[in-house]
């Protein structure tokens, strides 16, 4: 049976948690593990999904693959929660044809960002008008600025530039570094109407995985897009904010950054995270498809000190 | 009904042509014009072809499409010469899945780049143990040298490295720049016995789309993989170079080369080709899918002049 | 004694041959070499000279070799054509030394390319900002826009937007590929007015190393700004086409194409350019500075070959 | 008069701060701010300084700026700790002129990373055997491991390779990341005698800028070598984990990793850190030369909580 659809809008705000894709020891899609993942991050309270982006290995997965662990995804979710699945491709008949697909699955929108041959501020803009071209008008979108992942610089005045000529794109998924001012600017603009009258986008931050998180809330992020082995850091420190307590998401986002900041390294980050998730008992197996890497036994004593100094630092700030 | 196949083996000589893949002005694939495009190509005396290469818009293909195109391909060549299919990817899953399907198709054998994310000697030989490892016993391929679109530099001792760990590859396409004496190296270890007893490696040239093929002969290389709107180029330049001509092979090649020169302008260079084989009757429509360039009024004019010239220069020569 | 030096203007038309730096075998300066190589320039008829280009080896001379080099030419030259100096450099400070001690030197101009930090169009037009002020109004340059050696992708409408804010940027030496489209456009907005009443840009052109010199001029290019061991190729190509004689031109260009394809091989071009002048007679010695390409046997066999060719070739078109 | 110099050897271990330059408002070297920064960070309990390296605006200097503010630093030093010279150039005549230059102006050693140029192992090794060539016996070299800043990628097995040709390299700079794996091999390679009898390397770690301090300290790291507004930071973590105080050392880290994190936002970074140094007094202007950041007062804002927090948490941990 497919649920109501949860579609995604420009009033989203909270945790979009960027899912890992879990494997069995010997690589092939766990759906059991797929199942517990979708249940632990609802229990730790984000507010919707992203699938299929780089950290879950998209690129790893057969076609079939794909669509089954999407199916997979969206039957457990359940329409509780928005999900938004990368479409991000080298072409568009690609990426047309998995939007439809996902889509009609039960997704509730997409997220594009630019291919690495696009470099200049006309060249971003065009790309992202035959990107409207392809999704056509009904399918929400999410626009992902990732210049270490992409190596396409989007300024701020190109980043409104598309917004404004893309009446379906209803979010940023904001991921420049530095990237404090970018974000200000385009709120800024966003705030004073600068999108058109009673327009506005939703701003979730991914900066370094997560490690800017509280001066982005402060800057006017409605919340985080990315992936982290405890989601309750972001969700947590997303509601002292939005509550008013600045001071107390300070603290408890730094009581996690020491791990947050060991799980970002790029390189091993998805290995980490796959390892405390199966720690955390959430996935059978901390597999990551090859080539991928692997941790050692200096980087398991590393963790095991580091979420124990988490613990304690938790416990203490109560 | 399928073909007895050619398998793809180290003996493979002359001009493998990377060919185009033909669209209707509406964007939708050309099987009429994919049909006349492989008699072209036959007539013209290639001695093998490529297909879904990066010049052949693979990225822009859905997974159906390719596969439509590389059957009908397959057919209408029926096993008259071999059929190469580039299956390079991201991840090794989507390679196996298409390696196994093409082959199951009657494809001669595959060919592999490296991923831009691998760098160092030793990162690039194991991804070529994977690439092994995943292709299994039974799949000849080709290892495509291509820095200029990869970002991977291979040096001659990392080539000959992968090669001696790869019984089945049979092939180096070899298109770096300047690559002349690596490609030196690679023959001269290759006909010293270093790959092992009683076993050579085609090599295959493709450095700046067929720019320094007399040259490339005269060092040892099997032929030409590459494009060009004039594959009867590569295939007299071989042939007379074969026979002993090098200096008619010379002026074969410095007849073409303006034209050549022209469209290998990266960037524009497909819609050159495109343009040329439309003009020659063998594609119905130059549609280029996008993100794609077009050409203007200007290059028309360009390449009006650089055909009649070279048709002249052709007559002179006789 | 100085000599009444020539200002560098947007008249400037025909070649401005890219110097290489002449060392001995054991890699000290050679002036006896820079003076017969000035000469040998200004016989064949180039009309300007620009040195400390990255094919003069700029970076790997002192501060004090540079000064002398750049000396040395100025005092041979003697005023009788314009002398253009690289001053590209990381940080302004030592730009404006440099700017200011060649200009003192009698230098008529110099040349500027963005570093590749700057990315978007904002940052490339406000990086050109700085380079008016630390040039001051006094000193003409050449904006330099070569992608594949800086890695900075300036569209028409970026290069415009710096040319109105330049008034002392007098030309725009064009090496992008594909570059054509790029350069019509400016070159219509230019003879447009779209710089100012009565402003023009002298635009030279060095695009693979003058590998598209024949359609250049007939999109509007004044001239070229490249090197190559036969600067008559270049002279004689505008002097055709500037006397309407198009056909000539092209025929003058296919009979050194084969050569200058060889010569523009990135990473062992210089090393033949400088074996082709050593042979020529110009310099001493065809040394090249560590770390630096070397020719092998093969390829000085390739290049007696093809300037055999080359010679039979000019004789039969006359 | 010249003081004394220390010479760097391979016992090198602490902290070598990566020193700022200080510049007035108007931009001009202020000695005056130079002397007190060195003091500042000689009262902090630095065991050597490291100047002119890219944090030290080094491409923004003047030659005569440069050799101007190494004598006032080495001046105020007056050989109470090493002070290491960066001299990575384009060129090796560049870099024999900086070497002996600033050895002869009373440097302990000097720095080289390799161009972005080279690209596989061998030309890796190559490269650094003609530094060797130009430094010379006697120039203790420090070699720097920075692939975000160089893009090259340089292994364990290169980089021991490199140390085993190179009898006068004494240390490594270690800032690849991920690079945990590889400071354990190349420390287990010095231990084990790999560099040769009664051999080894000192290794001081800059990854992300000592984000990762306390786990390098327990692979084997020697101390550190970054820069940070507060080095006082890494010398105290240097001396717990040397006292064998683990824990302490990662309590006293954590204090500190929300600024620090801050602080190495490429791109603000530099601005950042100078920001702090003016506020805590050590230099008279934040002033960052051309093209560089600029702090917002949301930026400032965010120090100032940033600042806050951390003096509280000090507080607390006593």
Known sequence: MKHAMKVLDAGAKGVYLITVTPFTDGGALDLASTDRMVDFCLEKGVTGLTVLGIMGEAPKLTAEESRTYVKQVLARVA????????????????????????????????????????????????????????????????????????????????????????????????????????????????????????????????????????????????????????????????????????????????????????EQQQGIGLAVRKHLLAERGVIASSAVRKPGPKLSAADVADLQRLVARQTRRLAELG
Not at 144 to 149: N, S, T
Not at 175 to 203: F, Q, T
Request: net charge negative.
């Open 79 to 262: 329409g509780r929660v928005p999900v938004v699945v990368g479409v991000s491709s080298p072409g568009f008949a690609p990426m047309k044809e998995l939007a439809e697909s996902v889509m009609a699955l039960g997704a509730s929108g997409v997220m594009v960002a630019p291919p690495g041959t696009v470099r200049t501020d006309d060249q971003i803009a065009a790309y992202f008008d035959m990107v409207n071209e392809t999704l056509g008008p009904q399918v929400p979108w999410a626009l992902q600025d990732h210049p270490v992942a992409t190596g396409v610089q989007m300024t701020a005045p190109v980043i409104l530039r598309i917004l404004k000529n893309s009446p379906t794109c209803v979010m940023l998924k904001h991921e420049d570094c530095p990237g404090l001012a970018k974000l200000s600017a385009i709120r800024a603009a966003s705030d004073k109407g600068d999108l058109g009258a009673g327009r506005r986008v939703s701003i979730l931050c991914g900066n370094g995985g997560g490690l800017f998180l509280p001066e982005e809330l402060s800057r006017g992020a409605d919340g985080a897009m990315t992936g982290f082995a405890y989601p309750e850091m972001m969700v947590d420190v997303c509601r002292a904010h939005a509550a008013g307590q600045v001071e107390r998401a300070h603290d408890l986002f730094d009581a996690y950054l020491p791990l947050a900041r060991y």
